[in-house]
């Protein structure tokens, strides 16, 4: 048996005309403009923080310390898609948030400040709430890809309740990826 686990925080996805309104959208993508393997709509999600191989009993530091999180539930939109690192050089294709993204960038701060405790600091990178919706191997065209992001770019999901924050373990497979939710961090109702 291993001693460490690959992880990630999420914010999970799971409302299914969500994720139908999703799987709508990966079919628009011009699969002919560019080589691109489409996220299963199981497994999309907002990513809070990657961990990678960690050892087990610090993914149990990480829930003890995350426990001390208090936020109450909020809604956001999901809608609006767009690419890392830009829609000229597609690497990854997302869907963001177009209705209190703040909520969900205040909430990882909490998130980002409790881990800080554990040693882990604050990514680099300014957080940009999304969900990885497809990740491009090759451009083809690079022209019919940006028209078709950009055609794309203002589809609209639908409105979500963000209540939870979980711990997922990711297995790598040939076949994909396979999560299991260790735990998760409920927001207290008032």
Known sequence: MTDTV????SVDI????????IAYIQ???DRDAAKMKLVEPENIHFTWRFFGDTPISKVESIRNELEQIRFSPFTIRIGGVGAFPSKRRPRVVWIGVTHNAEAMCELKTMTDDRLGNLGYPPERRKFTPHAT???????????????????VSHESV??????AIRMTKSTLTPSGPIYEMLWEIRAVKE
């Open 27 to 29: 079919n628009k993508l």
């Open 133 to 151: 919706i497809a990740r491009v191997r090759t451009v083809r065209n690079k022209d019919a890809i940006l028209r078709n992001l950009e055609a």
């Open 6 to 9: 690959r992880v990630f925080l």
């Open 14 to 21: 799971e409302d299914k005309d969500h994720l139908s309104r």
């Open 158 to 163: 639908g409105i979500m309740i963000v209540d």
